[in-house]
């Protein structure tokens, strides 16, 4: 691909925010959480500082030795071998090629919420697939820009968004303390207490915290365009994973205390179509709330446009290796990937299209099933990069951290067995089977081509400078 060193810091960090959006994973994943753990859904967030610390450092110690062209591709090729890491970075491409359909559902549920919340009659699945699939299609223009811009659209968009809910937090403590919530809510640090609650749910609870925050590596997707990618890339990364897990903790905090811990206030938690907005419709002024819904749909777009950038550059780093078809690494005269791009963005629309056709009557169906898949898939690739990064520094003989990294390839396999089983019933039951699917063509993808993708990504590597293998 062509040497299009755009990035700086901010803007590698703005495109693992993009894929992380967190305005979008607050707003619609500690509802599912609490139905597991009820109030103590922050407390998930905190314990889950350390699997997600674990997977960051792995991330760091391969991006700052190796660059990384082809993100957990030549991470992985570098680590330990050029058949593992084909078979590693084909499944993360598999999981990025799930993300623009996962936003894709996040921007419809949040068109649906802001309609209802105006009272228009235009609403229903026709209506939040059509507002969606424009919103896909300028992302599309967008992320054919030079990724400098890129950045600093994302940055903006997610920025932006963060900041307002984090001063709704500010004035919703601050109320909390000097004169308490409507019904008598404060305050109580004791009811994010996970006492009573089962291992199971426990269990099932941190596994939704840690996807929570997956995309944050999102920043090794474009390194080859990064200044000082071993400087800036690890740091992007690390930033990301720890800022969003923080991000998280506060703002379920606050969401928990102010709608109190009962069992009828945490149903209406439950329920709530966007967190945020919920607190700021209650505490703040009602206005406020429906520009978080609004602030949703930025992130969703912000998540489309990073989705489009990351996947597109690592399905031409592939093409350009000869896992997949040459013509798909051709990039334009900006260095855009259009093919690859217009690759991914059909996949997005053929995979939306057949999730909502399999859940006709169930507006967040599509989105959750999607997400299920992508979060075991995004599993499986961080454990093989704390396998990478224990290889390289065992080898290192830094024994310490090889045994800290490893122990994050045991918590990926717990938090697999945890979400995996017991087997889901249904309609859920595929996403398992849809998981081991892509899991089994990435192994095949590394034993056939994995020796040759690796001699090539080596090859380019060396000749492109300061990134690679």
Request: positive net charge.
């Amino acid at each position: 691909m062509k040497n299009e060193r755009s990035l700086g810091l901010f803007g590698a960090v703005a495109l693992s925010l993009a894929l992380v959006s967190p305005t979008m994973a607050i707003s619609l994943n500690p509802q599912a959480m609490a139905d597991q753990v009820g109030a103590a859904v922050p407390t998930m967030f905190l314990v889950a500082f350390v699997p997600v610390t674990v997977i960051a450092i792995a991330f760091a110690v391969l991006t700052r030795r190796f660059g990384s062209r082809g993100s957990i591709f030549g991470l992985v090729t570098a680590s330990i071998g050029p058949r593992a890491g084909t078979a590693a970075g084909f499944l993360l491409l598999l999981t990025y090629l799930l993300i623009v359909p996962i936003y894709v559902g996040g921007f419809g549920i949040g068109i649906d919420a802001i309609s209802k919340q105006f009272g228009w009659s235009m609403t229903g699945r026709s209506v939040m697939l059509l507002c969606a699939g424009v919103a896909l299609a300028v992302a599309f223009v967008m992320a054919q820009r030079p990724l400098g811009r890129v950045g600093h659209v994302l940055l903006t968009l997610e920025g932006a968004t963060i900041a307002v809910v984090l001063l709704v937090c500010a004035i919703t403590v601050f109320k909390l303390v000097t004169s308490g919530g409507p019904e008598g809510q404060h305050i109580d640090f004791s009811a994010l207490s996970p006492s009573g609650l089962s291992a199971s749910a426990i269990g099932l609870g941190l596994t939704f915290a840690v996807l929570s925050v997956a995309g944050f590596e999102g920043a090794a997707a474009t390194a080859e365009s990064t200044r000082n990618p071993r400087r800036n890339v690890p740091r992007a990364i690390v930033f990301t994973a720890l800022f969003c897990t923080l991000f998280f903790l506060v703002v379920t905090s606050v969401g928990v205390w102010s709608f109190g811990t009962s069992a009828d206030q945490m149903a209406t938690f439950m329920k709530s179509p966007s967190l945020p907005a919920a607190i700021a419709d209650d505490y703040v002024a009602d206005g406020i709330g429906t520009f978080l819904v609004i602030g949703l749909l930025a992130s969703c777009f912000a998540g489309m446009i990073g989705g489009l950038v990351a996947c597109s550059r690592i399905l031409a780093t592939f093409a350009g290796t000869g896992v997949l078809p040459a013509r798909l690494s051709k990039v334009a005269g900006n260095g855009a990937p259009l093919r690859a791009s217009t690759v991914v963005l059909v996949l997005g629309v053929v995979i939306t299209a057949v999730t909502n056709l399999m859940f006709p009557n169930d507006e967040f169906g599509p989105f959750n099933f999607v997400s299920g898949i992508a979060g075991t898939l995004f599993m499986l690739a961080y454990g093989s990069v704390c396998a990478g990064a224990t290889v390289v520094l065992w080898n290192s003989r830094r024994r310490g951290w090889a045994c800290l990294t490893g122990v994050g390839v045991l918590i990926v396999i717990a938090v697999i067995a945890i979400t995996t089983f017991p087997l889901p019933t249904g309609v859920s039951m595929l996403i398992p089977v849809f998981a081991l699917a892509a899991l089994g063509v990435s192994i095949l993808m590394g034993l056939t081509k994995g020796r040759r993708a690796g001699e090539v990504l080596a090859t380019e590597s060396a000749e492109d400078g300061s990134v690679g293998v």
